[in-house]
């Protein structure tokens, strides 16, 4: 893998400054052609980022396209067919006192981007933003994760064929390359990660009042309750657990189940992953592996508290650890404490909603929610309760949703995107009023005359 040096980044922003100076990318033709050119690019390169997403991460080519190239291609098709529209300056409504005034909204870009992005989706998670920092008519600098090693060197020879290192550049390495990123003044900040990464964000680009959009993660929580269909929830519960082997940051992080149904319902969980993987996982072309032994280690010391009921398998040689359900989990116990990402689901039981809506209300605001049972319970929870998004009788379908933002609130991240809302987050909303010269309202300018009749009509 090729490290990006510090004399590389500062080469890079140079010329990336220069080119935006130039107003080139706020031309709507340009940003239009440039976005139809990279979703050609992510044609050719499909079956290649593919085979190296497998390599790192052992998901099949229908998963990938699923959860990843899909995904980028409706961003891409949404902005394309929608551009012009959003673009638009948009006329509002001026008081009479302002007459004959007129305002307006003019969306422009932001300037120069950073977009750091994880391991999990490696792809999704770092060209879905740059979709909106390229509708928007930024430039954008990428920094993918070193743990995807493979799929970082097909998404850097994409870049480099296909966009000027001044218009669109792609950096690798390690944490010393995050830091002489981020050291740098950019006039955007898109982070994906780990809430504790997301502080060293915030707190970089705090030095230079750079505007940062955090998508972070935390602990989902699950409800199953009465009223709910156990035989799809728990189907679709545990492919919200088990899509890249748990890897993902809304996946259902810990499960609430009503009482009456507990048993029931691990039935139909353990009949549920065994329907979709076969009754030995590890052999399945359709289940991931954990990204790296350090994670398997760590996903594994999350397992001695409670009893196994389901899985607990591990290969640390394939990096594997079986789809695991986990029963007897007490709210202190180290698997409650942290995001799991992993497919490990604690189980505990309840009697009165108002046990789990206090639980989750006393931690952190988590980046999803799903519950299911009837709707109408389903509306006093979400009521009583907050997060970034979430489903009612469904886990992960918010975030296919192009016309949903998708993002966290407090410990879970800020700022929205995909869909028109990427294309807001990498622009300025910048506000103008427009007076003409034959009228000059007098009594704004001293001594000011009428002030009385003024300060009535203006209150």
């Excluded at 980022?49 to 990938?64: C, N, T």
């Excluded at 929870?381 to 379908?397: F, Y």
Aim: aromatic share 12%.
């Amino acid at each position: 893998m090729h490290t990006t040096t510090k004399e590389d980044i500062e080469r890079i922003l140079a010329g990336q400054r220069a080119f935006f100076a130039t107003h080139q990318t706020k031309s709507l033709s340009f940003r239009r052609e440039q976005l139809k050119k990279f979703k050609a690019a992510v044609r050719r390169y499909e079956r290649r980022l593919s085979e190296a997403v497998k390599m790192d991460l052992h998901k099949s080519y229908e998963e990938f396209y699923l959860t990843e190239i899909s995904m980028v291609y409706q961003e891409i098709n949404n902005h394309t067919r929608h551009l012009r529209r959003w673009a638009r300056p948009q006329a509002v409504p001026t008081p009479l006192h302002l007459w004959p005034s007129r305002s307006r909204i003019v969306y422009e870009p932001l300037g120069v981007s950073l977009i750091i992005a994880p391991w999990n989706y490696p792809f999704q998670l770092l060209m879905n933003p740059l979709v909106g920092a390229m509708a928007a008519g930024c430039c954008a600098v990428l920094k993918s994760s070193p743990y995807t090693p493979e799929t970082g060197r097909v998404m850097g020879d994409l870049i480099a064929e296909t966009f000027d290192e001044q218009y669109i550049a792609f950096t690798q390495g390690h944490r010393e390359v995050n830091g002489w990123l981020l050291q740098e003044r950019f006039d955007l900040i898109f982070f994906t990660g780990s809430p504790a990464l997301g502080k060293t964000v915030m707190r970089a680009a705090a030095e230079h009042l750079t505007p940062v959009i955090l998508e972070l993660g935390g602990k989902s929580p699950c409800i199953v309750d009465t009223g709910a269909n156990l035989k799809v929830a728990a189907r679709r519960i545990a492919w919200g657990k088990t899509v890249n082997a748990g890897q993902t940051c809304i996946a259902p992080d810990y499960l609430f189940v009503h009482q009456s149904l507990k048993e029931a319902f691990l039935r139909e969980m353990k009949s549920a992953i065994e329907r979709m993987f076969g009754q030995n996982p590890k052999e399945s072309p359709y289940y991931a592996r954990i990204v790296n032994r350090q994670a398997l280690e760590r996903l594994q010391a999350l397992m001695q508290q409670g009893q196994i009921v389901y899985g607990g398998e591990v290969d640390e040689t394939e990096r594997y650890l079986a789809p695991t359900l986990i029963d007897g989990i007490r709210a202190g116990d180290p698997v409650m404490q942290e995001e799991i990402f992993g497919p490990i689901l604690p189980v505990i039981t309840f009697d009165d909603l108002r046990e789990v809506t206090g639980y989750v209300n006393r931690n952190e605001k988590p980046l999803a929610f799903y519950y299911f049972g009837s709707r109408r319970k389903a509306v006093e929870v979400l009521r009583e309760t907050t997060s970034g998004g979430g489903c009612i009788n469904d886990t992960l379908m918010h975030i296919a949703n192009h016309h949903l933002p998708f993002g966290g609130t407090g410990h879970s991240g800020m700022g929205k995107y995909h869909g028109h809302d990427s294309f807001l987050a990498f622009s300025n909303r910048r506000a103008l009023t427009d007076t003409p010269y034959w009228f000059d309202l007098p009594v704004k300018y001293a001594p000011f005359r009428y002030f009385d009749r003024i300060k009535k009509w203006l209150g």
